[in-house]
């Protein structure tokens, strides 16, 4: 089953080909594989290496995700792969996006996107996200599965670094309701310090693609790390491109960076780091900007910007709803965009 044909690429002279799927667009040569080594040239056919291959499954909070303003309160069979189109030294999983072929191999488990479905409501999940390494890694397989999903009535959810074609991005368009996408920062130096790339806007023109075209729901997180992505500048270029290509009411959650991976000796983020992000947010016109990664902190529950009652009250992943009715808040009826 993990076999299976690539859905975007190009045939080029020599049996070689071009890969659509991410943008990197690796031109891939005969029995090679492209950046990510989960998509592999095979006689001049592109294959998906992770068709069907799953790293990992679990019914999460879709809090976890984090999404705060989609389906509030309810479990998620999310699920990941093997491999990322991003290097990134502070990677928290990347156990399975930086795996070598030996232990993906170990790790493997086969499941068809029929029972992927089936897995998901016997957890009595509200929807499915794919999560934990890059979704387009397995793009064809998340599609075949978003579509079940859809045709049964459950909700779907990318979790993303936000480097994929808007070929990608349309080929998932009809079954999927949600883009939690990582704004890694704003500038060519951070984004090729932390993910190894330089075409950082396409990040920003895939969210907006997302939203605008597809009409998902978009929420953006960025994890600070201390000298690298956490000075004003940046942090007000990310608020203002929010405000202005997605919206005011879209939420932005300021994760806590902890030391990970080939990052071990990088300082966690203060505290008063993530708070000057957080007003920075504000003072640029966000309604909702949220903080991660720290246990128990006000920075988590949904507040009307209108007239400050308490919408959803956080404790770690539990949520509990108090003041909606749709998506707007059932005091003073000020749009919250919150889809239920």
């Not at 002279?13 to 005969?30: S, T």
């Not at 390494?133 to 979790?159: H, I, K, S």
């Not at 949600?178 to 890694?184: E, G, M, N, S």
Request: hydrophobic fraction near 35%.
């Amino acid at each position: 089953m993990s076999m299976h044909e690539a859905l975007l690429y190009e045939k080029l002279p020599d049996i070689y080909v071009r890969c659509d799927v991410c943008q990197w667009r690796c031109c891939i040569a005969p029995e090679k594989a492209g950046v990510c080594k989960r998509y592999e040239n095979r006689g001049g056919i592109l294959y998906s290496l992770n068709y069907a291959r799953a790293s990992s499954m679990a019914a999460d909070h879709v809090e976890k995700k984090p999404l705060y303003h989609f389906h509030p309160g309810t479990l998620c069979f999310s699920m990941g792969s093997w491999g990322c189109n991003f290097h990134c030294p502070g990677c928290q999983n990347w156990a399975i996006a930086c795996a070598t072929k030996l232990k993906m191999d170990a790790g493997m488990q086969e499941i068809s996107p029929e029972a992927a479905i089936k897995l998901a409501q016997a957890y009595k999940c509200h929807g499915l996200s794919w999560t934990y390494n890059e979704p387009t890694m397995w793009l064809e397989y998340t599609r075949d599965v978003a579509r079940l999903a859809y045709q049964a009535g459950l909700y779907t959810a990318y979790v993303t670094n936000g480097y994929l074609t808007p070929r990608s991005l349309d080929t998932l368009g009809p079954y999927l309701q949600a883009y939690r996408v990582d704004v890694k920062g704003f500038g060519a130096k951070t984004y090729n310090k932390l993910a190894k790339i330089t075409d950082w806007h396409s990040v920003l023109e895939s969210a907006s693609r997302a939203k605008n075209k597809w009409g998902m729901h978009v929420e953006v997180v960025t994890n600070l790390i201390p000298t690298i992505n956490d000075d004003d500048e940046q942090l007000r270029g990310i608020a203002d491109w929010i405000v202005s290509d997605l919206s005011e009411l879209t939420p932005w959650h300021i994760t806590r960076f902890h030391p990970q991976y080939k990052m071990l000796d990088a300082p966690a983020t203060p505290l008063e780091t993530m708070e000057r992000a957080r007003d920075l947010g504000h003072r640029a016109g966000l309604r909702f900007v949220y903080l991660g990664n720290i246990r128990s902190h006000q920075g988590v529950d949904t507040v009307c910007y209108r007239c400050q009652n308490l919408i959803v009250r956080r404790d770690g992943f539990h949520a509990e709803v108090f003041g909606l009715n749709g998506s707007q808040c059932k005091f003073c009826g000020a749009e919250l965009n919150i889809r239920l």
